[in-house]
């Protein structure tokens, strides 16, 4: 089921949709709790229900700046330091690939990867020796990888790619453990 979109916009993320709804709710937690306790509405609402929906609202309230960082965790702002080393065994620089048909061509990606663990677990728990790898193709993320071996579909023309070791939390390390190589694609 798909909720129609509040004041966050469609293809917003879900924590923003959440707290859109805790706000609503929290104002009209609200405004039946104060109209109810001035005596100027909501006659047949108890005055134990309207302390009820202060304290709704109150919670609302606290739950708009609560659950935003517990569902889109952003990644730490202390970046750790990695020992590891990251290699392209293949491509070489300067290799060239033959597009089938003048479309895409795979390119076969393998690295070497020392200090280092690739892990399956997103965390934000970050240690130094453990992360995924990260595959751009001129500055574009292609492939995020629990793997040492990856394949690109690369167009025809002259492509850099490179390949960052990155924490448990998809984040760089400080500094940025990386590698990279310029290769060409014909059609």
Same mark, same amino acid.
């Given at each position: 089921?798909? $909720? *129609? #979109? /509040?004041?966050?916009?469609?293809? =917003?993320?879900?924590?923003?949709?959440? @707290?859109?709804?805790? &706000? %609503?709710?929290?104002?009209?937690?609200?405004?039946?709790?104060?109209?109810?306790?001035?005596?100027?509405?909501?006659?047949?609402?108890?005055?134990?229900?309207?302390?009820?929906?202060?304290?709704?609202?109150?919670?609302?309230?606290?739950?708009?700046?609560? $659950? *935003? #960082? /517990?569902?889109?965790?952003?990644? =730490?702002?202390?970046?750790?330091?990695? @020992?590891?080393?990251? &290699? %392209?065994?293949?491509?070489?620089?300067?290799?060239?690939?033959?597009?089938?048909?003048?479309?895409?061509?795979?390119?076969?990606?393998?690295?070497?990867?020392?200090?280092?663990?690739?892990?399956?677990?997103?965390?934000?728990?970050?240690?130094?020796?453990?992360?995924?790898?990260?595959?751009?193709?001129?500055?574009?993320?292609?492939?995020?990888?629990?793997?040492?071996?990856?394949?690109?579909?690369?167009?025809?023309?002259?492509?850099?790619?490179?390949?960052?070791?990155?924490?448990?939390?998809?984040?760089?390390?400080?500094?940025?453990?990386?590698?990279?190589?310029?290769?060409?694609?014909?059609?």
């Amino acid at each position: 089921m798909t $909720l *129609p #979109p /509040i004041a966050d916009g469609a293809g =917003a993320p879900l924590y923003q949709g959440v @707290t859109s709804l805790l &706000a %609503i709710a929290a104002f009209a937690f609200g405004w039946i709790a104060f109209r109810r306790l001035r005596g100027r509405g909501f006659a047949r609402v108890s005055r134990g229900f309207a302390i009820g929906f202060a304290a709704l609202a109150v919670l609302c309230v606290v739950l708009i700046f609560v $659950l *935003p #960082p /517990i569902l889109n965790p952003s990644p =730490a702002n202390v970046r750790p330091r990695s @020992t590891a080393r990251i &290699a %392209i065994v293949e491509p070489s620089s300067g290799q060239t690939f033959h597009a089938a048909g003048g479309n895409y061509a795979r390119v076969p990606v393998r690295l070497r990867l020392v200090g280092g663990t690739i892990v399956p677990f997103t965390s934000t728990h970050l240690t130094r020796d453990q992360g995924h790898v990260h595959l751009y193709v001129d500055g574009r993320l292609v492939s995020m990888s629990y793997s040492l071996d990856a394949g690109v579909f690369v167009p025809p023309g002259t492509h850099k790619l490179l390949a960052e070791y990155v924490a448990v939390d998809h984040g760089p390390f400080d500094p940025p453990v990386e590698a990279s190589v310029v290769f060409r694609v014909t059609g």
